[in-house]
């Protein structure tokens, strides 16, 4: 029987020892306590395995010695370990003091019994298999200690009670395991004690209870705690969750399955069609059941509004020897995010007021299209609302909104599925559309009824638009130079509210360059001198010399010499013309007061004014001052001007001629017969000579009547005591004609072409 008593006591003590060898390899910080409480339960056990393996009372007794301080050292560890195994802050250190006084008190008192026999007597008993045990005669120390142990032991046990009570139920089975082992080893203790049974089993129970401390402590991996955080986090989660077990039934479904799908328990079974095949996957539902393979996709639900966007991601799931067990669905509901992305996006390309796509948009638009198509033909075309500024000022800002919207609205009416719009900027629209699909006339006539039907409505502006029609000729420019080009094409009808679509060319677009180019570089070249004047000679009728028409040429550096057709009317459109009259007038001047003394001072130079002249600057004073500075009579001073320059704003610019006129220049009427001129004008025409152009003559069908007409002219002209000019003599029987009719001056080609100053110079000389 004592044999078997100390198998069992060797037993335990070498699984405690494994224990304690498992324990130091671990790197849980409660391994310390683990080690220091298993090392002190070795302690009783070696105690126990010398009283069981001697015969001899004085071992025996050394034995009993090291079973009570040990179990007392185990009490004390035990204390340790639970403080930190259940979270508690350290004992305080009086606490501590009182417990280490209390035992050691204990142990010294067990130790004292060697001499004062207060706790135990060894008592000799014959076991039944006729071995000799020795057993514990309790005296009151050794009742004592019982009680210290106890009380002891009822502590540890409420400190994992109090944890039991206070922890959620998760980590109920972490406390719940040790403290029944505490309850089970001093049950046993006390049962042994009580009974008075020769051979104390209740160390096999200590020993037992060491085991399941490290085990708790240090291998068990909290299971069931584990599971449960999975499931309340899997629970809980934002995204839905949803598991088919392998014949493809859905076997668990989270809470946001519930929220976003409609899954619950009840109808579990359902899942597959509550998702639906765009989120399911097509892989899902052709195989019936079985997952083959991972998959990740991005999936849009419902339409308009309520479209919803989900991130799935299926995983398959696998045993270990790779049997499919299930597949498990996640799907996260990213619609908010991607509807702020959208709507970012869309505020970024497109225009705000009319919703349509912005030009930065349009011209990524445009550029795909031309890559996807280059062989299609296809117009630009920029719509351009007249005066809209004017609008915006005098009807407001949401009156010329309400405009733009109107215009937006007749854009999409007009276009098809291929056309590509947007609102260029402003008060422009561009369209990108095939050449089949609008011609320039649809284009008028679509344009025309919007601003008819616009008309009606409230507002009763009438708003012009103007579009530029360009043909996509070469493909490879950028799209905002297509635009440019409409924009060119508009310019040319800017002003013009009779003609709306202005199809674009490439002669218009080199005839704007040039414009450009000549208004750019006027300045340059009047300083440099590349602008200077020809002089036409004019010649009485006896064939003598009396003056020159002066005429402006421009020696232009790369585009060589320059007739005035070249860049007067371009310089008259914006008024620039003023710069260059003025320099030529001064040049006239100069060249007047250089023949000042010589025999050429009676000769005249005419100068041609350009009705712009009278609108930007006082003609009169600035001729007036020429003369001074140049001390010139004004009477070699001709100016030529034109019916224009009467007709528009007469009386004002009448005025001024009279005023020049009584300063005592010449004023002549130029080009006289070619224009509107009336009769009626010309009594009230405050000139001194009449110019006729021959070139009146020349075009005719009715020679004989233009003759006539001629004749008539230049007779008036002498009975209001005017002097008649004839310009444009080509021919010797031209100048014969009119030397009949009575004209009095006379140059053409005839006698010379306009010419450089020194060779007209020669001429007079
Ligand atoms: P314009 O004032 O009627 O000038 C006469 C034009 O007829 C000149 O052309 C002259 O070269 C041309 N001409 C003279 N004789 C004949 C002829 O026998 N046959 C033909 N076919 N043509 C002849 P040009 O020099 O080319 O000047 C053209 C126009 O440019 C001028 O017409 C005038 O309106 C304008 N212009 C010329 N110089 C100036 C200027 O300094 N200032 C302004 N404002 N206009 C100018
Ligand atoms: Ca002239
Ligand atoms: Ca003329």
């Not at 284009?443 to 507002?459: D, Y």
């Not at 009779?498 to 300083?527: F, M, T």
């Not at 007409?709 to 209001?720: D, G, R, V």
Request: aromatic share 10%.
């Amino acid at each position: 029987m004592k044999q078997m008593f100390l198998v069992e006591l060797s037993v335990m003590t070498v699984l405690i020892l494994l224990c304690i060898f498992r324990t130091k390899r671990s790197r849980k910080k409660i391994a310390h306590s683990v080690v220091v409480v298993l090392l002190a339960i070795v302690i009783p056990l070696l105690g126990n395995i010398v009283i069981a393996s001697s015969d001899d009372p004085v071992i025996c007794n050394a034995g009993y010695q090291l079973f009570l301080i040990g179990t007392n050292l185990v009490i004390f560890t035990l204390i340790d370990f639970t403080l930190q195994y259940c979270a508690y802050p350290p004992l305080k250190r009086i606490s501590r003091v009182i417990f280490t006084a209390v035992l050691i008190g204990d142990s010294i008192s067990v130790f004292l019994n060697n001499i004062f026999m207060h706790c135990y007597l060894l008592e000799e008993q014959t076991l039944e298999t006729g071995e000799i045990y020795y057993v514990l005669d309790s005296k009151p120390g050794h009742l004592i200690h019982l009680a210290i142990s106890a009380v002891l032991l009822v502590f540890i046990a409420s400190l994992y009670l109090w944890k039991i009570f206070k922890s959620p139920r998760l980590y109920l089975e972490r406390y719940l395991v040790i403290f029944l082992c505490i309850v089970f080893v001093a049950l046993c203790e006390y049962y042994n004690v009580l009974m008075d049974r020769t051979i104390d089993h209740s160390m096999v129970g200590l020993a037992i209870g060491g085991i399941l401390v490290y085990f708790f402590a240090i291998e068990y991996r909290q299971l069931f705690l584990k599971m449960a955080l999975h499931d309340l986090l899997v629970t809980n989660m934002s995204d839905a969750v949803i598991f088919f077990d392998k014949d493809g039934r859905a076997i668990y479904a989270n809470k946001a399955a519930g929220s976003m799908f409609g899954i619950f328990r009840e109808n579990l079974d359902q899942s597959a069609q509550l998702l639906g095949e765009d989120i399911t996957g097509r892989t899902f539902l052709e195989d019936g059941m079985q997952v083959r393979s991972d998959f990740r996709i991005q999936s849009e639900v419902g339409a308009g509004n309520d479209k919803r966007f989900y991130d799935v991601t299926c995983q398959r799931m696998e045993d270990r020897r790779g049997n499919y067990v299930g597949a498990l669905f996640g799907i996260k509901d990213y619609t908010e995010v991607e509807q702020g992305r959208r709507e970012r996006l869309f505020r970024q390309t497109h225009d705000q007021l009319t919703g349509m796509v912005n030009k930065e948009m349009f011209i990524d638009l445009v550029s795909q299209a031309l890559n996807q198509e280059p062989d299609e033909d296809y117009v630009m075309i920029l719509s351009d609302i007249a005066d809209f500024k004017i609008i915006n000022d005098i009807y407001g800002r949401e009156t010329g909104d309400c405009i733009l919207l109107g215009i937006a609205g007749s854009i999409r009416a007009l276009a098809n599925e291929r056309t590509i719009y947007c609102r260029w900027g402003g008060d422009q629209f561009a369209a990108f559309a095939r050449k089949t699909d609008i011609t320039p006339r649809m284009l008028e006539m679509k344009i025309r009824e919007g601003m008819r039907s616009g008309a009606n409505k409230s507002f009763k502006y009438p708003v012009v638009v103007h579009a530029g029609y360009y043909e996509v000729s070469e493909k490879m420019i950028p799209v905002s130079v297509m635009v440019d080009r409409c924009i060119m094409a508009i310019a040319m009808v800017h002003d013009d509210y009779q003609r709306i679509v202005s199809v674009y060319d490439e002669e218009l677009r080199q005839k704007r360059l040039w414009e450009q180019r000549i208004n750019a570089e006027l300045d340059d070249a009047l300083r440099e001198r590349q602008i200077f004047p020809y002089l036409q000679p004019q010649y009485s009728g006896e064939n003598e010399l009396t003056g020159a028409e002066v005429l402006v040429r421009w020696q232009h550096p790369s585009e060589g010499f320059l007739a005035p057709y070249r860049f007067i009317p371009i310089l008259e459109k914006n008024g620039m013309i003023v710069k260059v009259d003025e320099h030529i007038w001064e040049e006239a001047c100069r060249i007047l007061s250089s023949w000042k003394g010589t025999q050429k001072e009676m000769l005249h130079l005419s100068v041609n004014i350009s009705p712009k002249d009278f609108y930007f600057i006082d003609i009169y004073e600035t001729f007036t001052k020429l003369v001074e500075k140049y001390g010139l009579n004004p009477g070699r001073l001709h100016l030529e001007i034109t019916e224009t320059v009467v007709m528009n704003d007469a009386s004002e610019n009448i005025r001024t001629i009279n005023r020049l006129r009584e300063y005592g220049f010449i004023v002549e009427m130029d080009d006289f017969g070619s224009g509107y001129s009336s009769l009626n004008l010309l009594r009230d025409m405050p000139v001194d000579v009449l110019k006729i152009d021959m070139a009146f003559l020349g075009k005719t069908t009715h020679p004989k009547k233009a003759e006539t007409i001629l004749n008539n002219i230049i007779e008036l002209a002498h009975q209001l005591n005017m002097i008649s000019i004839a310009e444009g003599i080509e021919l010797k029987n031209q100048l014969d004609m009119l030397k009949q009719m009575g004209c009095n001056v006379f140059q053409g080609y005839y006698f010379a072409k306009p010419m450089p100053l020194q060779d007209f110079e020669k001429l007079a000389a």
